[in-house]
Each structure stands twice: as structure tokens, then as C-alpha cells.
């Protein structure tokens, strides 16, 4: 096939023509015409843009002024405003010197909120009932101990007070409102998107400012419809549109109005009030506005077949900056052009039908390759790689030549996708790189390649290696090498060094085991040598943290250009972020994991009565869900977790009782009824060594008195017996036990009626919060009889404010707070009928789950880590629903959070570390579990899964002393049926 070139095409065809003389005095004209009304339009645009900067300075920047004085104003400081009238009447001055102020209005961080909103509207005078003679709405929100109270009432012109305006179950918060929260969060001035005004109807803007103080927001709504009219009244032509839009495509004004009708508000009766559809123009102008909102721009466009010119300029008010487009419809800017052309066209266009045939006929042989690299090279922009199109031939050598290139570049994009795909798949660092040199050797056809790493800035490298033909897989590593190594693995780091690409030669091994491993299986042939391309990895910011190196056989006198290492060069780009990234997040894995296992080491530190609770947890949840996974029949055949899913099970378990860092020690330790930070025992014990001392005394004082020897000393003897066998009884009452009857309740409250003598003042050498409860009652004149054991008003620890109870509100914790936080009272704690802790402590101890929920769904956990607040939260959960926090039952929680349930409740029974009791035995941890299982504590199938499994035997092995490991009754506890589940089959035995 003869090839020729385009260019002699174009001659053979266009040269003997008068075609582009006559296009050209066609085209000559209408661009000098268009030209001339083009700059007339300029000037035009030019001057509207100026009117329409005068008029948005004249509002935006004098609000946005005020806003900045208001805000600056100490009478605004805070919502303790000292003259409230006079503030209100400066409002009142400034909207009747501005109309288009439609309200001024202050929010405080207390959710307090005082309005004064100008009614100049019908609509808003008819939506509020406002009477004949009310000029404005003053509208506030005051939050005091009884909660918000909100009014509002209609002012006069003087404001005077003519009217109020109930709303029972009215709730407003400022704090609440998006122009509240953006000026708070930015500082400055901020302005709002535009937006119908509720009262009024019309639509406008906020600018708002955060108070000086930093206390509050201080903010006012503008009227947008006189800019509107404006720009309705500058249209030179009947289809011209105007508009201003900020930097987001906000409309601000348009002189159209239902184009200045915010977008939410088309849809309800405000788009029936509106004149008509939006123009379809108006799309392209606020894409313009927001791709030219930095400089002037003029340019064209076409929208259902009717062309437009549009001009667009930047409108800069104060802090913000708007921009203004003009569209105007070409046919009716260039009206009196068309007709100039037209006769022009006429004259032209016999000469132009003489050349159309020869024209045709020349431009089918050239146009159906065209059109076929045309389709190809669409489906190239689009990633369309499903079809491959046959071959691409043309008799012009340059569409020949262009059709091999597409398809080349075709195949070579087609492959870089993938690989590129692969590449961000892969979350292996190791499989990453590899999979990066095998793909990398067989684009670029070399013989060998090897990827240098490092870890330790570059100081030294580890090579990884493969060869071409080799099974796929088949990698070895070199190294460790760096730049004092000698040998080829010298010369490699050298290279890296460079930050280039650098081409190394090598005729033969000569015994480097590097150069060996590289070119292991080829020989060289006669005028042959080693050629390697080392390319350096570089990362986001620059530094080398690795490299690539090719390795190619080539002539002796060839040479490798860099050129010809582009694609290795871009795959190696991409391989340098995809190795940092992968690297980055199994490094910020290690570190998210080290910092969960510090906080459940804080935790565990701080008592040595659960020192490894938290650690020993995560070894029964892991071990459970691992053999639930394992398992392939029963009720856990088909479960299976995903890689995240495990490890939104190994942060749960870790974190399952992080609330615990909220919580007391001496609570979590309270080894005794009366401990403290200290045993309140001995403080006890010597009242009654006082109580001993006093009949010493007596004995003493009768003999002085001359009384009966032998009496007296029997008394005080009697006295000593009867106080001896009280105190015992007192120190046996406050060891915690399963059960305390009545009658020692009642025996101890007598004991506490003994009085005994303070000569010293109770209030002195103690803390302000101790001598303030001790002020909730008289002070007693010295010195003063007081019982041995009381329940005094000072005793009493009342709840304190605090974020975290905030936060608690509202997740439907069924835990019954106590009416205080603690109760110190002697007898009080004394008379704790089971255990050590009163109900206040309880309270204090469980509600660290609430703590843990709370303070686990505050973290920002993404994908299957969600699950971990759920995890976490339900391990005092019973099935039957009688648990806590939430009271869940069975099928409210998921498998992982009955199993960590299982785990937490096996570990606490077996644990050597608790004050308030002794471990517990293998047999009689699981027997108590058999029970928790009967009477709907525990799920039956997660219990009888750990108990076949053996897990808890392996668990023992390692953490239990061996004086609690036992032969357990597995046998009897895995026949136990629920209360009110039906009878089953016998079960598997362990």
C-alpha cells in the first residue's frame, strides 16, 4: 500500500481553491464586528460590575462593620447585659438607618438569646399576628436553674411595649444554629448562604462575629432584594441574565428572582411565589463564577443550541469576595452583524459547493481512520479496555503511524491500571513489593531487577530479587549492604545516593554476590555486558527510602537512555507512595495498638487487686472467637470474621474496661466496710480506747472520793469486758461477709449509742470540702458529747458536675443513680448487709461501663472498628435482659459481645487478686458459671463452645496458680438447659 502524507492531501485538495479566501473576508468581517461589540460589552460589564461593587459595599461592609463593633462592644460581653433598653434601641437605630437590615440578634455559650427583628413585611406581620401598631419583634431566650425561658413581644416605633406573642413549647438554642457555630469556630466575620427568612419571606444572608470575649455570637440578617432589583434594572438585552454568587456558587442576587430564591425553598410555596422557572442559562454562569472567581474573564458558551457570551469579574467586599456573571444570547448582542454576514455567505457559498464534492471525496479516504482512532482513543479516556478493536489502517503514513501509537499506548495504559489497582489492593508491605518487581521486569523486558529497602534512613539496604521466567513467587533476598559494602552492592547504595537514575555496566560476577544472584542462568554472548538501571524510590517528601534496580543484556556498544525507562520510572512513583502509605499505616497500627495496651496496663496499674485484669481478658475473648471461627457445626458454623473485623475484636477487648480510669482506687480497692484512702477503723478503735480511759479514770477519781475499792475496780472491769466485746464485734462487722442479720444490725446500732467526750474542734487541719459538709450542721459548743458511731450530715458526698455524666445522658443506661455519690456514715457502711460497698460504691464501680461506652464512642472509629463501643460495652449484660448498663437482652447483643461477657466473667471468678475474696477453684469457677448459664446470665451455646473447646483449659496452664486447678465437672455444666429452654440432645463433651 503507497503511504503518503497528509500535508499532500491537503495540497492536492485546498491549494486550488479560493475556499479559505473567501472563509477568511467571512470570517475577518464577523470577528471585527464581534470584536467591536465585544469590547463594547466589556465596558459595559465593566460599569455593572461597578454599580453592583458600590451597592454590596454599601451593605456588606457596613454590616460586616457593625458586626465588628457589636462585637467588640463589653456591653455584649456576656449575657448579663447591664441596660438592656439602650442595647435595643441601638439595634432599633441601625435597621431604620439601614432598611435592608432585617434583624439583629446576640447567642451566648449559656444558650441565652436576645432578637429585635424589624416588621416591614406583610407576610412576617400576618405569620406573627402582629397588631396594627408593632414595628418590631423582640424575641429572648434566658436559661436559668429552671431551665430556658423563652418570650417575645411587639414593640412600637418607640418601643413601647403593645403586645406579646405566646408560644407554649417553644425551643430555641443559638448554640445550636449554624451561623452560631461557624463564627464561633472561625473568629472572624462569617457569612452565611443565602436563605428565605422564616418571619419575613425574603431572602438574604447572615453575617455574624464572634464576640470578643469569645462568650457569644452577635450576628445580623440582610436583605438581598434591592441588589436583585438593581441587577434587573442593568439589562441591556431581554434574555441577558445577571447574578452575583460567592466562592461556593451561592446565588446572592440575580435579576431573575426565582434564580435569587435559595435552592431548598424551590420545592415549597416559595417556588409558586417565584417568576417562573430557573433560566438554563444559569448553570453555566455559576460554574463560571466559581472557575473565574480570581480574575476578569470573558468567554462563550452554547446551551440548547443558542450561543451566549458571558462575562465574569470578582466583586472583593471586605473579607469576602463575590463574583458577578453576565450572560447575554450572541444572537441578540450580534443582531446587527448577522445580517452583514449572511450577504457575505450567500456570495461564498457557490464558490464553496464547487470544492465541496472534490472535498468529500478526498475526506472520506481520511476521515474513517479518523473516526476509528477517534472511537479508540475515547474508550482509552474512558478506561474502556473490554473490547480491543481490530487494526487501524489509512493510506496517510501519519494516521498509520498515530494508529499503532494509540493501540501501544492502549495496551500500556490498560497494564499500568492494573498493576496500579494491585498496587493500592495490596496491604502486605512484603507481597506489595514483590508484586511491584515482577511486574516492573516484565513491562520493562528486562533480565533481572531487585528492589532495595531500607529502615534505618538509608544507612543500609535490603535487596529483594527475581529474575525473568522464573515461576511466579520465586523471590530471594540480598543484603544487608551499604555505601562502605564493596562488591556491586556498594556500587547500587552509591547509585541511590545520586536521587537519579543511574546506569551501572558489569562484564562478569567476578564472585560479587549480588551481581551473582542478579544474573544467575544468563550468560553473556560475544560484545555483551551487563547493563543496570538503578532508579531511587522517593517519598512524598523527597527522601530516598529505596530503589529499583534493572537489569538489562545489551551490545558492548549500545547505550540505555533514560528515555526508555519512563514507564519503570512512573511505576516506581507510584510503588514510592504505595510502600510509604502501606509502611505509614502498619506503623500507626503498631502505635494505635501500643497505646490501647498502655491504657489497659494504666489501668491494671492502678490497683494490685486487678493488676492483669485488662491484659488477661483479650487472651479468653481472642481464644473464644478464634475457636467460634475454628468450629464447623453447630450454632458458630458459618461464623467467620474478616482481618479488621479481628481487629475491632482485639481494641475492644483491650479497651473493654478503660472507664475504669474514671474510677476511685480506694472504691475498687475497699477491702473493708469503713476503708477510705485509709481504714476509718482505727479511728474508731481509739474511741473506744477513750471510752477504756474514761472508766480508768472513773475507777481512779472514786477511789480519790473515797469509795469502795473492790466495787470500783469491778466496774471499771465490767466496763473494759463490755467495751473489749464491743469493739471486737465492731472490728467483725466491718470485715465484709456474705451476710449480715438483723440482729447484729441492731446490736450495732446500740453500740453506737455510747457517747464519748470531744474537747477539740473537728473543723480545724482539715480540707475547705470537708469543712464545708461539716458546716451543713450546728457547731457544737466544747467540750460536747457525741456518739461512738454516727451517720452525720457531713458523711454525705453529694454528685459533682462533670463532662463525662453530660455525656451519659441519653444513652439509655438503665443503672439507678443513687441520690448521692458517696455515703461515709459508720453505721451506714457498717451495716452493708453483703460484701464491702455500699450502694453508692456499687454504683461507683459499675458505672465504669458507662464510662467505657462513653468515653469509646467519642473516638473516631471507622469501618468495622465501629463495632468496638458494641463489643466492649455488653460484658455485664445478662440474656435474660437483667444486666447493665442497658439492660440488653440475648438478641440485642452480638456473638463477640456475649463472648467477651464469657471472658470477663471467667477471669474475674479465677483471678488471685481481688480484696473482697479468694480466688476461685477450676471446678468451682465453672460450676458458678453453670448456674450464670441456668438462670439466663450467660449464652448457652458461647458457654458450652468455651467449655468442648478446652480453651479454658489452656487458659489455666498458663495463668492459674496451681492450687486452683482442678478437674472441673465439664460433663454436668454443658447439660444445663436454660430456665425455660426446651430439652436438647446431650452435648460434646470437653
Known amino acids: ?53 458600590s451597592h454590596i459595599d454599601k451593605s456588606f461592609n457596613s454590616l460586616d462593620l457593625l458586626t465588628q463593633l457589636f462585637a467588640a462592644d463589653p456591653q455584649l460581653g456576656s449575657p448579663e447585659i447591664e441596660d438592656r433598653g439602650e442595647l435595643i434601641e441601638r439595634f432599633r437605630i441601625v435597621m431604620d438607618t439601614m432598611p435592608y437590615t432585617s434583624a439583629i440578634y446576640v447567642g451566648y455559650d449559656n444558650g441565652d438569646f436576645l432578637l429585635l427583628r424589624h416588621l416591614t413585611s406583610d407576610i412576617a406581620r400576618r405569620n406573627l399576628g402582629a397588631r396594627a401598631d408593632a414595628a418590631y419583634l423582640l424575641q ?27 408560644r ?13 457555630m461557624e463564627a464561633m469556630a472561625k473568629g472572624g466575620p462569617i457569612l452565611t448562604q443565602p436563605y428565605r427568612f422564616f418571619a419575613t419571606a425574603e431572602t438574604g444572608v447572615t453575617i455574624a462575629h464572634r464576640l470578643a470575649g469569645g462568650r457569644g455570637v452577635v450576628g445580623i440578617d440582610l436583605s438581598l432584594a434591592d441588589l436583585s432589583s438593581e441587577l434587573k434594572r442593568m439589562k441591556s438585552t431581554p434574555s441577558s441574565e445577571i447574578l452575583i454568587a460567592d466562592e461556593s456558587g451561592a446565588v446572592i442576587a440575580a435579576s431573575s428572582a426565582n434564580v435569587a430564591t435559595p435552592s431548598g425553598l424551590r420545592s415549597g410555596p416559595a417556588a409558586r411565589r417565584a417568576e417562573g422557572p430557573v433560566p438554563p442559562v444559569v448553570p453555566f454562569m455559576l460554574a463560571a463564577v466559581r472557575a473565574h472567581l480570581e480574575g476578569t474573564q470573558a468567554d462563550s458558551f452554547s446551551e440548547h443550541g443558542r450561543r451566549w457570551m458571558i462575562h465574569v469579574a470578582p ?76 487494526e487501524i489502517h489509512s493510506s496517510v503514513a501519519e494516521i498509520d503511524t498515530l494508529s499503532r501509537a494509540i493501540r501501544n499506548a492502549r495496551l500500556t495504559i490498560q497494564r499500568f491500571i492494573e498493576i496500579g489497582r494491585a498496587l493500592s489492593a495490596e496491604r502486605d508491605p512484603d507481597l506489595l513489593v514483590r508484586r511491584l518487581l515482577e511486574e516492573t521486569i516484565n513491562l520493562t523486558h528486562s533480565q533481572a531487577g531487585v528492589i532495595l529497602l531500607s529502615e534505618d534512613g538509608c544507612k543500609s539496604f535490603i535487596g529483594i530479587v527475581h529474575r525473568r521466567g522464573e515461576p511466579l513467587g520465586a523471590f530471594a533476598t540480598i543484603g544487608p549492604f551499604g555505601a562502605g559494602s564493596v562488591g556491586f552492592g556498594g556500587r547500587l547504595v552509591h547509585a541511590l545516593a545520586r536521587r ?24 553473556l554472548g560475544p560484545g555483551e555486558v551487563f547493563r543496570c538501571s538503578v532508579i531511587p524510590l522517593l517519598d512524598r517528601g523527597d527522601e530516598t527510602i529505596g530503589g529499583l534496580a ?52 494504666a489501668i491494671d496499674a492502678k490497683s494490685p487487686y486487678t493488676n492483669g485484669h485488662c491484659q488477661r481478658v483479650p487472651v479468653l475473648t481472642l481464644g473464644l472467637v478464634r475457636a467460634a471461627c475454628e468450629t464447623r457445626e453447630g450454632p458458630f458454623a458459618g461464623f467467620a470474621l474478616s482481618p479488621e473485623e479481628w481487629e475491632a475484636v482485639d481494641v475492644a477487648s483491650w479497651l473493654h474496661d478503660c472507664g475504669k480510669l474514671t474510677t476511685a482506687e480506694y472504691v475498687i480497692d475497699k477491702a473493708t466496710k469503713l476503708e477510705t484512702i485509709t481504714d476509718r477503723i482505727h479511728e474508731i478503735r481509739m474511741r473506744f480506747e477513750l471510752l477504756k480511759s474514761a472508766a480508768e479514770t472513773a ?81 457544737p459548743s466544747l467540750p460536747t458529747e457525741e456518739p461512738l458511731l454516727s451517720d452525720a450530715p457531713h458523711h454525705v458526698i453529694a454528685h459533682f458536675p462533670n463532662q463525662l455524666d453530660a455525656l451519659e445522658r441519653g444513652h439509655g443506661f438503665t443503672l439507678a443513680r443513687p441520690e448521692n455519690r458517696l455515703n461515709l456514715g459508720e453505721i451506714y457502711n457498717l451495716s452493708i448487709a453483703r460484701g464491702t460497698l455500699t450502694a453508692e460504691e456499687r454504683y461507683e464501680i ?8 462513653v468515653m469509646l464512642e467519642a473516638l473516631p472509629f471507622s469501618g468495622p472498628l465501629t463495632r468496638v463501643p458494641e463489643y466492649a460495652a455488653a460484658h455485664h449484660e445478662h440474656m435474660d435482659g437483667t444486666g447493665y448498663p442497658r439492660s440488653l437482652r440475648r438478641d440485642q447483643m452480638s456473638e463477640v459481645a456475649r463472648m467477651m461477657a464469657i471472658a470477663d466473667v471467667f477471669e474475674a471468678l479465677t483471678a488471685a487478686d481481688r480484696p473482697y475474696r479468694k480466688a476461685k477453684t477450676l471446678s468451682e469457677a465453672i460450676r458458678i458459671m453453670g448456674a450464670m448459664k441456668r438462670d439466663n446470665h450467660l449464652d448457652p451455646d458461647l458457654l458450652d463452645l468455651f467449655l468442648a473447646s478446652g480453651l479454658w483449659r489452656d487458659y489455666a496452664e498458663r495463668h492459674l496458680r496451681l492450687d486452683q486447678i482442678d478437674e472441673p465437672d465439664i460433663e454436668a455444666v454443658l447439660a444445663i438447659r436454660p430456665v425455660g429452654a426446651p430439652e436438647a440432645a446431650a452435648p460434646a463433651t470437653a
Not at 544472584?517 to 550468560?523: A, H, N, R, S
Not at 475507777?699 to 471486737?728: H, N, Q, V
Not at 465484709?736 to 477539740?760: D, N, P, S, Y
Open 846 to 853: 459499675n458505672r465504669h461501663i458507662t464510662r467505657t461506652i
Open 699 to 779: 475507777y481512779w477519781k472514786g477511789l480519790a472520793e473515797g469509795g469502795d475499792e473492790p466495787a470500783l475496780r469491778a466496774e471499771r472491769d465490767r466496763t473494759w469486758r463490755e467495751l473489749d466485746e464491743e469493739f471486737a464485734f465492731v472490728a467483725e462487722c466491718n470485715m465484709g461477709g456474705e451476710f449480715m442479720e438483723a440482729e447484729k444490725i441492731e446490736r450495732l446500732k446500740r453500740i453506737a449509742g455510747r457517747r464519748w467526750r470531744r474537747t477539740l474542734d473537728d473543723r480545724l487541719g482539715v480540707s475547705a470540702v470537708e469543712r464545708g459538709r461539716r458546716a451543713r450542721g450546728p457547731e
Open 315 to 390: 466583586l472583593a467586599v471586605g473579607p469576602w469576595t463575590f463574583g458577578m456573571a453576565v450572560a447575554m444570547p450572541h444572537d441578540e448582542v450580534m443582531a446587527g452583524v448577522r445580517s452583514l454576514v449572511a450577504t457575505l455567505g450567500w456570495i461564498s457559498l457557490a464558490l464553496i459547493l464547487f470544492v465541496v464534492v472534490a472535498i468529500r471525496l478526498t475526506a472520506r479516504a481520511v476521515s474513517q481512520p479518523l473516526v476509528a482512532i477517534a472511537h479508540e482513543a475515547d474508550a482509552i479516556q474512558s478506561f474502556n479496555f473490554k473490547d480491543a478493536p481490530d
Open 1 to 53: 500500500m503507497v503511504k503518503r502524507r497528509l500535508d499532500t492531501h491537503l495540497a492536492l485538495v485546498f491549494g486550488v481553491t479560493v475556499t479559505l479566501a473567501l472563509a477568511g473576508i467571512v470570517f475577518l468581517v464577523n470577528n471585527r464586528a464581534a470584536a467591536i461589540l465585544e469590547d463594547a460589552t466589556g465596558t459595559l460589564f465593566a460599569r455593572m460590575a461597578g454599580e453592583s461593587r
Open 500 to 523: 537519579t537514575v543511574v546506569h551501572l555496566e558489569a562484564t562478569e560476577t567476578g564472585g560479587d554476590p549480588v551481581l551473582a544472584q542478579l544474573t544467575e542462568g544468563v550468560t
Open 140 to 166: 429572648s431566650v434566658t436559661n436559668g436553674p429552671g431551665g430556658a425561658e423563652a418570650g417575645f413581644t411587639f414593640l412600637d416605633g418607640a418601643l413601647r411595649k403593645v403586645g406579646t406573642l405566646d
Open 550 to 601: 534493572l537489569l538489562h543484556r545489551t551490545a558492548l556498544e549500545e547505550t540505555v537512555s533514560d528515555d526508555s525507562l519512563d514507564l519503570a520510572r512512573a511505576l516506581s512513583g507510584n510503588a514510592a507512595v504505595a510502600i510509604e502509605t502501606t509502611l505509614a499505616l502498619k506503623s500507626r497500627k503498631a502505635l494505635l495498638d501500643a497505646v490501647i495496651r498502655m491504657v489497659a496496663q
Open 168 to 180: 407554649p413549647g417553644f425551643s430555641y438554642d443559638p448554640r445550636q444554629r449554624g451561623w452560631y
